[in-house]
Nanobody, 129 residues
Framework: QVHLVESGGGLVQVGGSLRLSCAAS????????MGWFRQYPGKEREAVAA????????KYHDSVKGRFTISRDNAKNTIDLQMDNLKPEDTAVYYC??????????????????????WGQGTQVTVSS
């Protein structure tokens, strides 16, 4: 069973940057799809960015394209989310997620049922205007 721990959230001003990191333990996630999701109060989690097991294919929510970059380091068993030009609407709790063996691509992470993913505890990102 994989265990995920996020770090890097915090308070930033509009236009600023944050880098979220997710460390996986318990097993290697190198052959699994990984992703970042966010959740607004009272809303369901939405996929923000995902990266496939090949480390070459990524997918982004339209609202973050050109501003967020997802990357993974299979040697370290980590994924990161670089968030630039942050906007107030990016304020949310951000979660790292790992797919099981059936979710290996970026597209499958976006389409996955929440029960098919392993989740971190979440980290708060707040963008002040």
């Amino acid at each position: 069973q994989v265990h995920l721990v996020e770090s890097g959230g915090g308070l930033v001003q509009v236009g600023g940057s944050l880098r979220l990191s997710c460390a996986a333990s318990g097993r290697s996630v190198s052959d699994h799809g990984m992703g970042w999701f966010r959740q607004y109060p009272g809303k369901e989690r939405e996929a923000v960015a995902a990266i496939g097991w090949t480390n070459t294919v990524t997918k982004y929510h339209d609202s973050v394209k050109g501003r967020f970059t997802i990357s993974r380091d299979n040697a370290k068993n980590t994924i990161d989310l670089q968030m630039d030009n942050l906007k107030p609407e990016d304020t949310a709790v951000y979660y790292c997620a790992a797919g099981d063996i059936t979710y290996r691509t970026a597209w499958s992470i976006f389409a996955a049922s929440p029960s098919g993913l392993t989740w971190g505890q979440g980290t708060q990102v707040t963008v002040s205007s």
